[in-house]
């Protein structure tokens, strides 16, 4: 059973045209979530780290907020660079060891 | 700087021969490391994680294993390659922030094993 969703698998878009990201877990005892930007054929890149319900964090045209069961990756005026897969992990208290989704496949077309 | 390396980028190998993916890190001595596989589809997979020179845990029973004989090398191994083991192959390294433990990754290595 995953215990993070990520929806929706692939998302295509206009550049410009603003979306979300969701991720979504069933774990107890949140540490941390992390979102990764990850380009083909290269290892993930670290984004954000959320730690409690209402925070929020901005990166350019990225904006990652968290509530107490989802975190959302919002993507403003995306440009075609912004194409990517996007991946969320959880943390949980007691151990380092966070758990992946499996990415959402983001292709902005100019 | 905390900069991984990993070695090589890309591999071929055929069916039954050996496997050995090496994992260097720069700056902070004794991180905590890991390795991961990301198969075509799937999420990230953590194989192993090591604490420390010699100390390794492993997650999931498989065909593979891993050593660290130096506090900044992680090296990751098999005796006889399955096609189920080709994929994309990534070290992690842990870095505290704060309170917090964050981890960065390598470049990865793309395996395929024919």
């Known amino acids: ?110 | 700087s905390q900069t991984i390396h990993q070695w090589p980028a890309t591999l071929v190998q055929p069916v039954g021969s050996p496997l050995s993916l090496e994992c260097t890190v720069e700056g902070t001595s004794n991180p905590n490391l890991y390795w991961y596989r990301q198969a075509a589809g799937r999420g990230l997979q953590l194989l192993f994680y090591s604490v420390g020179i010699g100390q390794i845990s492993s997650e999931v029973p498989q065909n593979l294993s891993a050593s660290r004989p130096q506090d900044r090398q992680f090296i990751l191994s098999s005796k006889k390659l399955l096609l189920s083991d080709s994929g994309f192959y990534l070290c992690a390294r842990e870095i505290l922030s704060g309170a917090y433990n964050e981890q960065f990754f390598g470049p990865g290595t793309r395996l395929t094993v024919l």
């Open chain 1, 1 to 110: 059973e995953d215990q993070v969703t990520q929806s929706p698998e692939a998302l295509r878009l206009q550049e410009g045209e603003s979306s979300s990201l969701n991720c979504s877990y069933t774990v107890s005892g949140l540490r941390g979530l992390f979102w990764y930007r990850q380009d083909p054929g290269k290892g993930p890149e670290f984004l954000f780290t959320l730690y409690s319900a209402g925070e929020e964090k901005e990166k350019e045209r990225l904006k990652a907020t968290l509530t107490k069961k989802e975190s959302f990756l919002h993507i403003t005026a995306p440009k075609p660079e912004d194409s990517a897969t996007y991946l969320c992990a959880v943390q949980v208290g007691g151990s380092y060891i966070p758990t992946f989704g499996r990415g959402t496949s983001l292709i902005v077309h100019p």
